[in-house]
């Protein structure tokens, strides 16, 4: 078994590599250029979240897609991946965090459209879309398709499943002395409650946990930046220099090289908002938009509230403390920098921490579990919609007691296998998402029908 994890390691080293970071943030960039900075209409999307859409044809609204994708999306990647992210490249990696999720805003748009222009009816009446629609129906690439679906079917149970259970059963632990088993009974519950109902369900409830969730950990890191308040101007200088600048050691940073600081950043921010592994998409396809670009304008705010505010405050919560109490956290790494950061304030931090931590990681599990049946129901159809989620509750209980090393590494690397597939509907379909966007966009038509019939699948 060691052997076996050595090998998914170096493998997993290899795909979130150099090539993988540059095709992902190449990508953000040439997207970014194609559709004219689509990022300036980042707060239009936001306004379109909250505006509902009469007579659209879509199983869920546009922010149910969008705060399903939402939960998917924030994890535990945004608090401890952040602080991974500085103790391993330094304080400027949090800027080249924050550059990844602007530019990636682009390439979430570039999806979404996609996800909608080709989504299609499975025979139950339900809308589907995603990379492998956009792949087989766009591109005329079936194969590529189901090679999206095989390593998005496989790698949900892990990185969307397993992993997010154990995080959650751990910190129980840890925190409460509550035994896994019993948090995985309990964790299993709630799960079958919301997932059994499918979409609908799903985003109902997802539309309530996400803006509660994500707001109480925002205003908890804004209470801890104001009684860090003297640190924040000492903060701000040392990200953006740092960003360019080598890191020297001490005053609780590592020495860090510029190089380690945009590698680190880089990968974070792409790991935290999955711009372009093709996994939020296919929560947009399901909403009521009447044409692809409305939806898409909604679906890009994900990367703005999950890495350009959730992301950049967690990092400045983690420099802030680091210049307060350099040597209480120096040489901390990952989680054990996370915590020692927030507990560093009375009552304020740890429970900040601990409730983001169990319902960021919850959350990714109910988005998630959509994401794993469609890329199923493309594979075989829809009668691998009720045995896929009987075995994705059992699988929460799985991830609750087990040991996720292997697993954990299996998953990111099929997570990262996602992309390849992706990116080449992305790039290969980048004039019909500037069409569209020509077309309702710069056109000013974003309340106009598509008119485009949707094929309704036989299985």
């Not at 050691?249 to 190089?259: H, L, P, S, Y």
């Not at 059992?394 to 990111?412: Q, T, Y």
């Amino acid at each position: 078994m060691e052997t076996l994890n050595n090998f998914v390691s170096a493998v997993n080293g290899f795909v979130w590599g150099p090539v993988m970071l540059i095709l992902l943030f190449g990508t953000h960039v040439f997207l970014t250029i194609r559709t004219r900075f689509i990022q300036k209409h980042t707060f239009k999307g936001i306004k379109l979240s909250i505006t509902p859409v009469a007579d659209a044809e879509g199983d869920v609204s546009g922010f149910g897609a969008l705060t399903t994708a939402l939960a998917a999306t924030i994890g535990t990647g945004n608090i401890v991946g952040v602080a991974t992210a500085v103790a391993l490249g330094g304080p400027g990696a949090i800027l080249w965090c924050w550059l990844t999720g602007l530019f990636g805003i682009a390439t979430k748009y570039g999806e979404a459209v996609l996800a909608i222009k080709y989504r299609v009816k499975d025979k139950t009446g339900a809308m589907v879309g995603g990379p492998m629609y956009a792949l087989e129906r766009g591109l005329g690439q079936k194969w590529l398709g189901i090679l999206f679906a095989v390593f998005a079917g496989v790698a949900c149970f892990g990185i969307g499943n397993m992993t997010q259970a154990n995080s959650i059963s751990t910190m129980v632990v840890d925190n409460f002395g509550v035994p896994q088993w019993i948090t995985g009974i309990v964790l299993t519950i709630c799960t079958a409650l919301v997932i059994l109902g499918g979409v609908k369900s799903i985003a109902k409830f997802c539309e309530k946990l996400v803006p509660l969730m994500a707001g109480l950990y925002i205003a908890g890191c804004v209470i801890i930046l104001i009684i860090n308040g003297s640190y924040i101007a000492s903060a701000l200088k040392i990200i953006v220099s740092s960003a360019f600048t080598p890191t020297a050691a001490g005053g609780g940073f590592v020495g860090a090289t510029v190089m380690m600081a945009i590698r680190f950043g880089i990968a974070r921010g792409l790991f935290t908002n999955e711009s372009g592994l093709g996994s939020a998409p296919i929560a947009a396809a399901a909403a009521m938009t009447k044409n692809p670009v409305r939806q898409a304008l909604i679906a890009m705010t994900g990367v703005f509230w999950d890495t350009i505010i959730v992301c950049a405050l967690t990092g400045m919560v983690l420099v802030t403390s680091i210049l307060k109490n350099p040597e209480g956290l120096a040489g901390l790494d990952g989680g054990a920098l996370t915590s020692a950061a927030f507990n560093y304030i009375p009552v304020v931090g740890p429970i900040v921490l601990t409730i983001g931590l169990i319902t960021f990681a919850w959350s990714t599990i109910l988005g998630w579990s959509y994401y794993g049946e469609r890329a199923w129901v493309y594979l075989v159809g829809t009668k691998a919609i009720k045995p896929f989620r009987v075995v994705w509750v059992m699988v929460v209980f799985i991830g609750c007691v087990m040991s996720l090393k292997l697993v954990w590494n299996i998953a990111d690397t099929l997570n990262a296998m996602m992309a390849f597939p992706n990116l080449i509907a992305l790039l290969g379909l980048s004039g019909v998402i500037v069409a569209e966007t020509k077309k309702y966009l710069w056109e000013d038509k974003l309340e106009s029908w598509s008119g485009e019939e949707i094929l309704v699948l036989e299985r």
